[in-house]
Nanobody
Framework: QVQLVESGGGLVQPGGSLRLSCAAS????????MAWYRQAPGRERELVAR???????NYADSVKGRFTIVRDYAKNTMYLQMNSLKPEDTAVYYC???????????????WGQGTHVTVSS
């Protein structure tokens, strides 16, 4: 089994920063893409940032220039550095990884449990 464990959420004032972490553990052969999603109350889950196994990144227009996604290949961990936070960034943030295990030919999507980010004064 594979588990993703998130950390780093919390309450921050507008203009502040937070760093989210997501660590994968278990029987992992390889990890392809990693991504952060978020879901605000009453809204659908949306892609925030994504990083491929080769290190290519893409971001939602709403976070470009403010958020940075980074992965640590050795630790099977990714981070989301969030700067210049705005109230509209308030949401539950979920990490997602496409993981291959020794037990299946094809990989599967795995999700973290979600971490709350609240941006408010």
């Amino acid at each position: 089994q594979v588990q993703l464990v998130e950390s780093g959420g919390g309450l921050v004032q507008p203009g502040g920063s937070l760093r989210l972490s997501c660590a994968a553990s278990g029987s992992i052969s390889s990890i392809n893409a990693m991504a952060w999603y978020r879901q605000a109350p009453g809204r659908e889950r949306e892609l925030v940032a994504r990083i491929t196994s080769g290190g290519s990144t893409n971001y939602a227009d709403s976070v470009k220039g403010r958020f940075t996604i980074v992965r640590d290949y050795a630790k099977n961990t990714m981070y989301l550095q969030m700067n210049s936070l705005k109230p509209e960034d308030t949401a539950v943030y979920y990490c997602n990884m496409f993981v291959r295990t020794p037990y299946r030919v094809v990989g599967s999507d795995y999700w973290g449990q979600g971490t709350h980010v609240t941006v408010s004064s």
